[in-house]
């Protein structure tokens, strides 16, 4: 539905026969219709006028509009209204009027190509005349009208945004910038818009929304009321007609009216001009005509003047804009300019407060609540003033805080609402808003327009001030008029809300604590500028008005006059508050008050109370109180429950009565009992003169001497006096009470005394009395003598009171007195020891402290000397001295005497002080022997015999200095001998018992033969103050054996062998006859017993004959063979005193010669034409090998040489005299076959051989293996392969080849010769031989030359050239030849000439046999974004090959069609060679030109107009501002170079029909000229009275006539209606707004049919889309061998899915193999984890042996940077390895894609064994593929994995011949390293287990995977069969709604609708609807490739219509 946009009174009018004409719009003869024909850009811009018959339908019309504009009738247009209604059978009469304006257009929705100008009338309506009185605007109160009269520009935005969905935005924009123009004000909003007749009627002044139903066009219906909404605010405020013309002719002088309905593509814009209006007057013209131009959107080319040029920057803005309105208002008064300036935020403020409510929404601007969008918060009215040179201003209404209802409602406490009744049905909605009384002022908020009173400056007795009139003079109600504010009109007050006489329920001054307002729906009379209530007031005020109260949103009705006092008094008791409450302390209860009133009560510090702040502390005054209290406040009291500071009226405060020594009373009284006229001063002298009253001081006396002095020192014990005491006030007074009379005998004053002990535990009293005066005897305390303990003491007197002993009065310290004092001990009377230090031992001085106590225990000091006296039994005892002091010890007491043992002996020691009391006491002691004085030795004798080799022991006992036995620690003994070499120390340790015995080893002295004389010194060599003792010992020889000895027998001699001989001897012999003899040290030969014999053993052989050993007989000894092998023999004997031994090496000496052996030194090769590098030595050997010095010189000439090929010119033999051999040097062989070469040495009867390897010499040549003839060039097709590989062989200078290996080849050629594969390194193989392989050449036609270039030892070998001789390549495809009539121009929609294409090859030949669907053609149309061919370029194929086509090759491509739109376009073939490579011919360039001329045509296709042959010339226009332009077929523009004219003609529908219109000037036919391609028809217009039959179609033809042009075009036909009968009209617009109304619920039922239908489809669709897809993953299943069975399905799936998922969850939990070593916890996502966890390896023979090969790798930290790599190396202090992969050099890193290396160039070069593959791609990474590709890249690079040792070594084998080998492993756990070393344990990984989990783990099993794709099918084909089974439930229920009971009435009623429609058409005389609406009934078919699917809809919506 469309509706206005802005305007007075709404705009939302509808058509029907302009206002002016009343309703006479049909009256007699033709109706005039002006058509602009907009189909083309360049048709004619004027109109064209045609005249329709009286009794034309749409089908004549039609017509006459073809023959006018000389269109074909064939051709397909629309004709449409200005508000692009189109003109259909149905709607013809309705539409076309007399005067209306068409367009013509090729579609509804077409853009208007060019504006166009609409005649429009406005008289005004007749109400002007009646309601004339209350037009303008006038000032009230001072207030400036200017913002009401925008505020009437803003209701019209809010009525035209009503039914926005969104944010309704209003802009007023003030242009105030003079650079862009006049001053200018634009009110836009983007509401629904308004049609050209919508924007009619809105200039039709006082057309207001009530009167307008009769002339609404069709697709309207009358004014509805709004339903209720809270407050009324329903939008409906935009309602006379009036108010938008009266306010923009108060702003300004002139009014541009721009706006644009939501489903139209034109803006339709109108100019209201007081000039203009004047100028019309002047000239005598029509005044209330003029033109609606309509337009495109953003054009503003009509837009000429200076002063508008903002306009420009306005009209942009439309493309944005769906739909909007906007009145610019031109020509604004100077003094509104000012205002709008200068007073910019109090006017905006006035708005604010106007449209209050329709911005916050009901209950206004609450500061609290929040501000969502939503139906009353989704308006944004936006103000914003441009001036030159400033910024702009911009303000929002909704941001405005300060506006009066905003200020109502946040300064109100509470509210009251009410409801009133009014006869009729008017209701008022009220709100009473209470403004407490705060901060000692009223809260009730100012208003300018009422500025604030004077204030009371009268005290008054209360507490606080009191303003009379918080509201003053100011009415309490302000009136609101559906929704928005009536600003002169207010509601002073209604009776039961006026002060009562008699004091009510609250104060009177609460009544004035008041605001209010009304809000009424629209049954109340406004004025036209809504500027005042025309009844209101009346209306309430009448008594039966009926009051209601709301409550929680319902009405009650009950007394209004009670319920308002009632609450207003609890406003005030709850919300008046003045005094305020600081300094919040807690809430108590009070149980001195009575029960109910005990709490709770709040607890406060201070008030502020009239200015004054009141605090805890301050001394303060009462009044009106019995007696006056004076004292300090301690806290107030506020009852009730408050937290926080608080305002109330009243309050009690709690006072303590000063001076508080002399009261001690606190005091309650209520706060308003406070003096708050006393100064403090006044207050604090009263308190200090009753001060001066009380105990001040105490007078202390001592009558009977032993005075205590302050600070005194007193021994314990000594006493102190007695003591007389006066208690005294501050004038000296004795006293003994208190003064005052009220205290009675409580406030009697006695005397504390008491003496305090201070000590570390805290104060103790030791001494409390009390004494009381006696009246005639002082205050009196007796002698103590008691005070015995040690240390600090106070003396305290207390002045107490009577009975309850306290020592404060009221808060303040009695009199008091302290004499502190201390107590010290007294002299010494009796002793004891203090802690000794034992141990106490014999001789050693000790000291023994003493502590002295005086009579009371206290601890003392020895004063004078004192001489100890010690006895005990059995020790003589004496002492140095005795120390005085605090530490007083005897010192250097030795005692003396015998203690039995080590242990000591336990002694009473008697002391005695003479002198002291208690002079004796005995101290018990243990003494112990003392320090080592002497050693005791036994044996005692001197001199001590002993044999030598045996060992001696002494008896040694240490002494004290009394002969006790001691012990000491370290108290170690030794006993050194003397006189003798090597004698050994003997050491005992006594440090335990004091005595032990002295021995060690054996005493050996050497080679003694006889007796030897030793001294032996015994001493303690840690007491060197104990004296050695020395004894003599004498030495016997040993009788035990001590020398062995062996000699060799030689016939009867015996040969001494000596210890460490040589012995030589006949190698291989061996020595026989060999004894042996023993001696004792004396020289004393030993008889060999068997005991004797078997402590004999020698080393060269391991069976001795005892029998032999015991006569002397040693075995024979074997002689080695070599005479590098020497022999060592020893003999050993072994007891317990001696260890012998003699030995003997024996030395081989050669035997006779007998063999010649020759040795080759250096290496046994020897290079063609080169001598062998090394020599040959020759030697004479005997029968072990051993050489014998048998060669002289002159042994030369008896050696002899031969050999088979020897040179012996070289040879050169030499006799070496330090080996005694023969070298031969120089041997060289004569050059021939290589092979091995046997030499022969002789010498006399001797001879041998050595064996030599002949190899071939240097390389010198290198050669083609397997090559043709090199004379002649070889012939190759450029980009093909050479026939043979190219082998090259390295070859001596003899031709032999030469086996050199890692020798550099490289290929010499131009660089126009490309070889593939290039840039490769060659090196020759260990035979000399390198395979270049087979290369492809890539050269010019022509020959070309390379050669192969070998570098040995730096010396560049050359080699042969070869010859190339290069063929061009007849297959491979360069370029495109494409061949076509250049000289054809190219016609719109026709067919382009034959383009013929070749392929052309490198031969330039043609290439044949290729398939035609590789060659395509692409045509695009030429942009600026390049040449290159878009995305959507159109590609055509080549067509079918004809006979009598070229030869085979050639590709046509006819028949193609040339784009229909004109232009430029770019056509490029293309030949696709592969799929990724496309050959591309040149583009061609095109220009597409227009078609022959076929038809006249509108540039923008005028609406059907609609005439009569009134007077009214607008009722007459047939066309305005039509442009008609020639086309060709294809509506390309062309004949701009046709020169004619356009005849207008008007006919019937039928052609014998002669009572046809006729145009003005009553012609029937008129012509205009055609110029430059276009004519331009600015007016056509019927004549007046003109014939024509009423409610006919006629046409307007216009015909071209261009002499140019030899065919004859389609004439363009406008038809138009005519009409002549004023009554019959006024008849049928009865009976027209019924046929709406059928028309209109027909459509709806038909939507409501065809919503449901097109549910029924979609559903339909999504059945079968649900079973394509269950079908779909049925047949996936089915892949995966699962069959699901048609019956039981969803049973059958749950049981599968269970089963798989069980198999799944087994397979998970099935152990499998895992690395345990511990992962590094990822700190950061710089960590990936160690190496063992990134990689998994299915097969467990492959991961035991790559995790043993990376075993030193497998704990290392992978990190992405060295950052993270650092930061872990510190954590760990550098015992984790790391590798952070920023470091690493990529480029070296493997191809993880390369073939393994027995692939070569594709080709497997050999059958490898043992299924090699790389060892990384058997890795699987979980995580961070590409991260763990380098990691292990790096680690494994090339590394391969075989079977066993046995495939690797022939793998290696193979490998090696053709390139390098890397490291293999085996899955037996081998390895080969790459340098071919293989064997032990290094390179054998242990078995699984002692990896200890360093191993990778193993990935998931593959069929969990393949379970788990099944599982994810089995599920989604769950989800689908229930989906199916869903949608098909859905389908059944939609089919059986549709067969309900309800939908077949629907039907029914459809049917009756239609019938009685037709009834109706028939006696309107109009063609039937039902042909044109069959539209509706059967909706056009969609094709679609796939299952129709409907557009989207509304389903709720279909739902709730169909229930």
Same mark, same amino acid.
């Given at each position: 539905m469309a509706a206005a946009g802005g305007g007075g009174g709404g705009g939302g009018g509808g058509g029907g026969p302009s206002a002016g004409t009343g309703e006479d719009g049909g009256g007699d003869g033709c109706r005039t219709v002006y058509l602009f024909d907009r189909r083309e850009k360049e048709s004619e811009l004027g109109d064209r006028v045609l005249q329709v018959e009286e009794r034309s339908d749409y089908t004549r019309f039609r017509a006459s509009v073809c023959q006018t504009l000389g269109i074909s009738p064939e051709e397909k247009f629309v004709i449409t209204t200005t508000s692009r209604k189109e003109i259909t059978c149905d709607n013809f009469d309705d539409t076309v009027k007399d005067g209306v304006t068409l367009y013509l257009l090729q579609s509804v929705n077409q853009l208007l190509l060019t504006a166009t100008k609409e005649r429009i009338d406005f008289l005004p309506h007749y109400d002007t005349l009646v309601k004339s009185g209350m037009y303008e605007y006038y000032a009230s109160e001072g207030q400036n009208p200017l913002p009401f009269a925008l505020a009437e520009l803003i209701d019209n935005s809010l009525s035209a945004t009503s039914r926005n969905t969104g944010i309704r935005r209003i802009q007023i924009k003030l242009l105030f910038d003079e650079t862009q123009g006049k001053p200018a004000v634009a009110v836009i909003d983007n509401g629904r818009g308004m049609t050209s007749k919508q924007l009619n009627n809105w200039a039709v002044y006082r057309l207001s929304k009530f009167t307008r139903q009769g002339d609404f066009e069709s697709d309207h219906s009358g004014y509805v009321r709004p339903v209720p909404v809270p407050r009324s605010l329903n939008s409906d405020i935009s309602y006379f007609g009036v108010g938008g013309k009266q306010a923009v002719f108060f702003v300004g002088q002139s009014a541009r009216m721009i706006s644009k309905p939501a489903d139209s593509q034109d803006v339709h814009e109108?100019?209201?001009?007081?000039? /203009?209006?004047?100028?019309?007057?002047?000239?005598?013209?029509?005044?209330?005509?003029?033109?609606? &131009?309509?337009?495109?959107?953003?054009?503003?080319?009509?837009?000429?003047?200076?002063?508008?040029?903002?306009?420009? @920057?306005?009209?942009?803005?439309?493309?944005?804009?769906?739909?909007?309105?906007?009145?610019?208002? #031109?020509? %604004?008064?100077?003094?509104?300019?000012?205002?709008?300036?200068?007073?910019?935020?109090?006017?905006? &403020?006035?708005?604010? @407060?106007?449209?209050?409510?329709y911005i916050h929404g009901p209950k206004g601007n609450e500061k609290h609540t929040s501000k969502e969008v939503g139906p009353f918060n989704n308006i944004d009215i936006e103000i914003s003033m441009f001036e030159k040179g400033k910024a702009p201003k911009i303000v929002n209404l909704r941001e405005i805080e300060d506006d009066m209802q905003t200020l109502y409602?946040?300064?109100?406490?509470?509210?009251?609402?009410?409801?009133?009744?009014?006869?009729?049905?008017?209701?008022?909605?009220?709100?009473?808003?209470?403004?407490?009384?705060?901060?000692?002022?009223?809260?009730?908020?100012?208003?300018?327009?009422?500025?604030?009173?004077?204030?009371?400056?009268?005290?008054?007795?209360?507490?606080?001030?009191?303003?009379k009139a918080a509201r003053g003079k100011r009415p309490i109600f302000e009136c609101f008029w559906n929704g928005r504010l009536i600003p002169y009109t207010s509601v002073e007050d209604f009776d039961w809300c006026t002060p009562p006489k008699k004091r009510g329920l609250a104060p009177i001054e609460c009544y004035n604590r008041i605001s209010g307002a009304l809000f009424t729906n629209d049954k109340f009379q406004v004025s036209t500028n809504k500027l005042t209530f025309m009844d209101l007031e009346l209306k309430l005020k009448d008594k039966n008005t009926l009051f209601t109260r709301i409550l929680n949103g319902q009405e009650q009705r009950m007394k209004i006059d009670r319920e308002f006092a009632l609450w207003l008094k609890d406003c005030h008791e709850k919300y008046d508050k003045q005094i305020k409450f600081t300094s919040f302390k807690g809430v108590i209860t009070r149980p001195d008050l009575p029960s109910k009133k005990q709490g709770p009560w709040a607890t406060y510090s201070a008030i502020e109370w009239d200015g004054k702040i009141y605090k805890a502390g301050q001394l303060v005054k009462t009044i009106k109180t019995l007696p006056l209290f004076y004292g300090s406040i301690v806290k107030f009291f506020l009852y009730g429950d408050h937290d926080g500071e608080v305002y109330a009226t009243g309050g009690e405060v709690q006072i303590a009565m000063e001076p508080q020594a002399l009261y001690d009373e606190v005091k309650t009284v209520p706060i308003a009992k406070l003096d708050r006229t006393v100064a403090e001063k006044a207050v604090k002298k009263y308190v200090e003169d009753e001060m001066a009253r009380l105990p001040d001081r105490l007078s202390v006396t001592w009558p009977e001497g032993d005075e205590l002095l302050p600070n005194e020192i007193r021994p314990a014990g000594t006493p102190i006096g007695a003591l007389r005491i006066e208690i005294l006030n501050k004038k000296g007074e004795a006293m003994q009470k208190l003064p005052g009379t009220s205290h009675g005998g409580s406030k009697k004053l006695l005397v504390e005394l008491k003496v305090i002990l201070h000590s570390s535990n805290g104060n103790k009293e030791i001494i409390s009395h009390i004494s009381q005066h006696g009246g005639k005897w002082p205050y009196w305390f007796k002698k103590m003598e008691n005070i015995q303990k040690l240390g600090n003491y106070t003396l305290k007197l207390q002045v107490v009171l009577n009975e309850s002993n306290a020592d404060t009065y009221a808060g303040r310290p009695l009199p008091s007195k302290a004499i502190k004092f201390s107590v010290k001990e007294g002299k010494p009377e009796k002793f004891s020891f203090g802690l000794m230090d034992p141990p106490f031992r014999v001789g050693v001085p000790f000291n023994i402290p003493l502590e002295f106590q005086d009579e009371f225990g206290h601890t003392s000091q020895l004063g004078n000397d004192i001489q100890p006296v010690f006895e005990a039994s059995g020790l003589s005892l004496h002492y140095e001295e005795i120390t005085k002091g605090p530490n007083c010890v005897i010192r250097g007491v030795t005692a003396k005497g015998l203690v039995n043992s080590c242990q000591g002996k336990n002694f009473n020691l008697k002391v005695i002080l003479p002198g002291l009391k208690e002079d004796t006491q005995i101290l018990k002691i243990r003494l112990l022997p003392g320090p080592p004085h002497r050693l005791k030795v036994k044996p005692d004798s001197e001199i001590l015999v002993i044999e030598n080799g045996t060992a001696f022991p002494f008896q040694v006992e240490v002494l004290d200095e009394s002969d006790n036995i001691t012990t000491q620690p370290k108290l170690i003994v030794h006993c050194k001998f003397l006189g003798a070499p090597n004698l050994p120390v003997y050491v005992v340790d006594c440090s335990s018992s004091g005595t032990s015995i002295l021995t060690g080893s054996a005493i050996q002295v050497q080679n003694i033969k006889k007796d030897q004389t030793l001294k032996a010194k015994i001493e303690i060599p840690s007491c060197k103050d104990v004296a050695p003792v020395e004894k003599t010992i004498k030495l016997l020889p040993s009788s035990h054996v001590a020398r062995l000895q062996i000699f060799s027998v030689e016939g009867q001699k015996a040969i001494q062998i000596k210890h460490q001989d040589e012995v030589n001897w006949i190698a291989g012999d061996t020595m026989h006859n060999l004894i042996f003899q023993m001696y004792d040290e004396g020289e004393r030969e030993i008889h060999i017993t068997s005991t004797l014999a078997d402590k004999i053993k020698v080393n060269w052989t391991p069976e001795i004959n005892k029998e032999h050993l015991l006569q002397g007989l040693l075995p024979d000894v074997q002689v080695p063979t070599s005479v590098k092998d020497m022999r060592y023999c020893q003999v050993s004997f072994q007891d317990d005193h001696v260890s012998l031994e003699s030995a003997f090496t024996v030395r081989p000496l050669p035997d006779e010669p007998k063999h010649l052996k020759c040795e080759l030194k250096g290496g046994k090769t020897v290079q063609m034409g080169q001598e062998l590098q090394g020599e040959i030595v020759v030697i004479v050997t005997d029968q072990y090998g051993n050489q014998i010095q048998a060669f002289s010189p002159s042994?030369?000439?008896?050696?002899?040489?031969?050999?088979?090929?020897? /040179?012996?010119?070289?040879?050169? #033999?030499?006799?070496?005299?330090?080996?005694?051999?023969?070298? %031969?040097?120089?041997?060289?062989?004569?050059?021939?076959?290589?092979?091995?070469? /046997?030499?022969?040495?002789?010498?006399?009867?001797?001879?041998?051989?050595i064996r030599v390897q002949l190899i071939s010499g240097p390389p010198a040549k290198v050669l083609l293996i397997d090559w043709p003839e090199l004379k002649e060039s070889i012939p190759v097709i450029n980009g093909r392969e050479l026939q043979n590989p190219l082998i090259v062989q390295l070859c001596d200078q003899w031709d032999n080849p030469a086996p050199v290996s890692q020798v550099k080849i490289s290929l010499i050629k131009a660089n126009n010769l490309k070889l593939t594969p290039s840039n490769q390194q060659h090196k020759t193989d260990e035979r000399g031989r390198a395979n270049l392989g087979v290369f492809s050449v890539y050269a010019p036609r022509g020959e070309h030359m390379m050669h192969v270039r070998a570098i040995y030892n730096k010396n560049i070998i050359e080699g042969p050239i070869i010859k190339l001789m290069i063929l061009p390549d007849p297959e491979k495809p360069i370029r495109l030849n494409v061949k076509y009539d250049k000289d054809a121009s190219f016609l719109a929609g026709g067919i382009f000439t034959d383009f013929m294409i070749t392929v052309i090859s490198e031969d330039d030949s043609i290439i044949k046999n290729i398939n035609p669907a590789r060659i395509s053609m692409k045509m695009w149309q030429l942009s600026n974004s390049g040449n290159r061919p878009p995305a959507n370029a159109e590609t055509f194929s080549c067509n079918k090959i004809k006979d009598n086509d070229k030869e085979d090759g050639c590709f046509y491509f006819r028949d193609k069609a040339i784009p229909n739109k004109v232009g430029t376009y770019c056509i490029q073939f293309g030949f696709m060679m592969d799929k990724a490579n496309i050959l591309n011919s040149e583009q061609i360039i095109v220009d597409v030109l227009p078609n022959q001329p076929v038809k006249l045509v509108p540039k923008i296709q005028p609406a059907t107009p609609a005439v009569s042959n009134v007077r009214s010339v607008a009722s007459r226009t047939l066309v305005r501002d039509l442009h008609l332009t020639i086309t060709d077929d294809y509506n390309n523009h062309t004949g701009i170079d046709l020169v004619g004219t356009v005849v207008a003609t008007i006919k019937g529908s039928n052609e014998e029909d002669t009572d046809t219109p006729l145009f003005i000037g009553k012609v029937r036919t008129l012509e205009f000229p055609f110029v430059k391609g276009s004519a331009e028809i600015t007016n056509l217009v019927l004549a007046e009275n003109s014939p024509g039959r009423d409610s006919t179609e006629y046409f307007i033809v216009f015909e071209p006539q261009l002499p140019a042009l030899s065919r004859t075009l389609e004439s363009y036909i406008l038809p138009f209606m005519f009409y002549n009968d004023v009554k019959k009209q006024q008849q049928m617009a009865a009976l027209t707004k019924e046929k709406d109304q059928l028309s209109k619920n027909i459509i709806m039922y038909r939507s409501l049919f065809e919503a449901s239908n097109q549910l029924l489809d979609e559903m339909k669709c999504r059945v079968e889309e649900a079973k394509l897809k269950e079908a779909q993953l049925q047949n996936e299943l089915k892949t995966h061998n699962i069959d699901i069975p048609t019956t039981q399905q969803m049973p059958h799936i749950e049981a599968l899915l269970k089963r798989k998922l069980s198999e799944q969850e087994e397979l998970r939990k099935k152990p499998r193999r895992s690395c345990t070593l511990p992962n590094y916890t990822k700190g950061s996502g710089d960590v990936l984890g160690k190496i063992a966890h990134l990689a998994q390896i299915e097969d467990d023979r492959a991961a035991m042996v790559i995790s043993w090969h990376l075993a030193s790798d497998m704990d290392c930290v992978v990190t992405l940077t060295t950052d993270a790599a650092r930061r872990i190396y510190d954590e760990t202090q550098g015992r984790q390895q790391v590798l952070p992969l920023d470091s690493i050099y990529k480029k070296t890193l493997p191809d993880w894609k390369r073939p393994l290396p027995h692939y070569r160039n594709g080709k497997l070069y050999f059958k490898p064994i043992g299924d090699p593959v790389f060892a990384r791609d058997l890795l699987t990474f979980p995580d961070n593929v590409e991260h763990c590709e380098t990691v292990f890249g790096m680690l494994l690079g090339d590394t391969i994995i075989l079977d066993n040792l046995d495939a690797a070594n022939h793998y290696r084998k193979e490998v090696v011949k053709i390139t390098h080998c890397p490291t293999l492993l085996t899955r037996d756990g081998d390895r080969i390293r790459s340098n071919g070393k293989f064997g032990g344990l290094q390179n054998k990984a242990p078995p699984m287990d002692k990896l200890r989990g360093m191993v990778f783990g193993a990935p998931i099993p593959k069929q969990c995977l393949v379970l788990g794709e099944q599982i994810d099918l089995l599920q989604q084909y769950r989800t689908a069969v229930n989906k199916s089974n869903s949608v098909i439930e859905d389908l059944n229920r939609q089919l059986e709604y549709l067969h309900t009971p309800d939908m077949k009435k629907k039907k029914q009623e459809l049917d009756e609708q239609e019938k009685n429609l037709k009834l109706i058409e028939q006696k309107l005389g109009m063609t039937p609807t039902r042909k044109c609406n069959d539209s509706l009934r059967h909706p056009a078919k969609v094709e679609m490739t796939d299952c129709p699917i409907p557009p989207k809809r509304m389903r709720r919506e279909a739902s709730r219509q169909n229930r």
């Open positions: 109108l100019v209201l001009s007081k000039e /203009d209006f004047e100028k019309k007057e002047k000239n005598k013209e029509a005044i209330y005509s003029g033109y609606i &131009r309509n337009r495109k959107a953003s054009d503003s080319v009509h837009i000429t003047n200076d002063d508008e040029r903002f306009l420009h @920057h306005l009209i942009v803005e439309e493309k944005e804009k769906d739909s909007f309105t906007a009145v610019v208002i #031109t020509g %604004v008064q100077p003094e509104h300019i000012q205002y709008l300036k200068n007073y910019f935020l109090l006017w905006t &403020r006035q708005l604010a @407060h106007i449209y209050h409510y409602i946040n300064t109100a406490a509470d509210s009251f609402e009410f409801k009133a009744h009014v006869e009729g049905d008017g209701v008022v909605e009220g709100i009473i808003r209470y403004h407490p009384f705060l901060y000692d002022r009223e809260t009730y908020p100012d208003d300018p327009c009422f500025p604030s009173k004077l204030k009371d400056e009268d005290d008054d007795d209360d507490c606080f001030i009191l303003e042994s030369l000439s008896a050696l002899g040489i031969a050999g088979i090929g020897l /040179d012996s010119s070289h040879l050169k #033999t030499t006799f070496q005299e330090n080996t005694q051999s023969i070298s %031969v040097k120089g041997i060289k062989f004569i050059p021939g076959p290589p092979g091995n070469k /046997d030499l022969c040495f002789t010498w006399r009867e001797f001879s041998d051989f």
